[in-house]
C-alpha cells in the first residue's frame, strides 16, 4: 500500500463532510474530477470503499465512518506538528529525566516538582532514584539530564547549582540514654554505637560524619546508603545515627531527633547538568531554580 497523503485525507473529510462531492470541490476550491480521482486512489491504496455511492446523497460505508475518526485524528496531528515543533524548541514541552537521591525526596524534590508543574505544565518530568555517583554516570551516559546530588563532582565536565542546604541531626532509638530533648554536644556521642554510611555509594555522607566525628571514639557498625534504612535500624535499637534534618519529615515509629551542637558543615544539595546539554526543556527547568519559593 502506497503511503497516504495529507491531501488525500483532508479531501476525504471534506467529502464526509458535505456529503456531496460537487460542494466538497468548491469548498477545496479544485474542480469535481479531479477529487473523485483523489478518492478513489484513496480507496485503492487502503483497500476498502469508504463511500456508498448508490444514493443520490454520498453516505460513509461502516468502513467510511471508521477511517473519519481516524482521519479527522491525523488532520488535527498535522495542525499541531508545527506549534509544537516551536514550543519544543523553545523548551516549553518535551522531556526532562531527572534524578535525585532518596534523602532529597524528604524535603527539596517535591516542592522542586510542584513549581516545575506550576512553570512548564507541558514538560513531562521522568524521575529516577539513585545514589550521587550512579546520578553522574547516567549524565554522562545521556540517560539523564538533571541531577539532584551531593558533592563532589568534577566542575568541569557539570554545571551545578547549590538549591538545598541543611544540618544535621542525631537519630536515637527511643529507649537509648541519649533520647532526651533538645540539642547536645557532639562529645556526647563517644563510646556509642553509630550506624555508619558506605564509603563508595554514600561516599559524600561518609565522608562528612566521619570528619565531623574524626575526635570522638565511637563504634562503627552497619555501612548503609540509604538514610530511610539507617532510620529503620536505629528504631530497631541498632545504633545511633547522623541524618539529614529533612528526614525527621518521616516521623519514623522508635526514634528521637536532636540538634548538634558545634556541627558546622552543613548537608548540600547540587542540582548538576552537563555543560554540553542541548535539551531546551533542561535550560527552562534550570532557570526556574531562580523562582523557587523557599521552604516554609
Not at 141 to 157: K, V
Not at 158 to 176: I, Y
Not at 180 to 185: E, I, L, S, T
Not at 223 to 247: C, D, I, Y
Request: aromatic share 6%; net charge negative.
Amino acid at each position: 500500500m502506497s503511503m497516504l497523503s495529507l491531501e488525500q485525507v483532508r479531501g476525504f473529510v471534506t467529502v464526509a463532510e458535505e456529503g456531496n462531492f460537487r460542494r466538497a470541490a468548491e469548498r477545496l476550491r479544485m474542480t469535481q474530477p479531479p477529487l473523485s480521482r483523489q478518492i478513489q486512489k484513496l480507496e485503492r491504496d487502503i483497500g476498502v470503499e469508504l463511500f456508498d455511492r448508490t444514493q443520490r446523497q454520498v453516505q460513509l460505508t461502516p468502513a467510511g465512518e471508521v477511517f473519519l475518526t481516524e482521519a479527522r485524528r491525523l488532520l488535527a496531528l498535522a495542525g499541531a506538528a508545527p506549534g509544537t515543533a516551536r514550543l519544543v524548541a523553545a523548551g516549553g514541552a518535551g522531556t526532562v529525566r531527572i534524578g535525585f537521591t532518596a534523602a532529597s525526596g524528604f524535603g527539596f524534590l517535591g516542592r522542586f516538582l510542584n513549581h516545575i508543574e506550576a512553570g512548564l505544565d507541558q514538560v513531562d518530568i521522568v524521575l529516577r532514584e539513585m545514589v550521587s555517583s550512579d546520578q553522574f554516570e547516567n549524565l554522562r551516559s545521556g540517560s539523564l539530564d538533571l541531577a539532584l546530588a551531593r558533592p563532589p563532582f568534577d566542575r568541569t565536565e557539570f554545571d551545578s547549582r547549590l538549591v538545598h542546604s541543611e544540618g544535621l541531626m542525631l537519630a536515637v532509638p527511643e529507649q537509648h540514654k541519649l533520647a532526651g530533648n533538645g540539642p547536645m554536644a557532639i562529645e556526647e556521642l563517644g563510646g556509642e554505637t553509630l550506624l555508619v554510611y558506605a564509603p563508595g555509594p554514600a561516599r559524600y555522607f561518609a565522608d562528612l560524619v566521619s570528619g565531623i566525628l574524626a575526635a570522638v571514639p565511637y563504634t562503627a557498625t552497619h555501612e548503609l546508603t540509604q538514610v530511610h534504612t539507617m532510620l529503620a535500624l536505629v528504631a530497631a535499637g541498632r545504633g545511633l545515627a547522623l541524618v539529614p534534618e529533612t528526614s525527621t519529615h518521616l516521623h519514623p515509629d522508635g526514634v528521637r531527633f536532636r540538634p548538634l551542637i558545634g556541627v558546622e558543615d552543613p548537608v548540600v544539595l547540587h542540582a548538576i547538568w552537563r555543560r554540553d546539554c542541548a535539551n531546551p526543556a533542561l535550560h527552562r527547568v534550570i532557570e526556574l531554580l531562580d523562582s523557587l519559593p523557599p521552604a516554609p
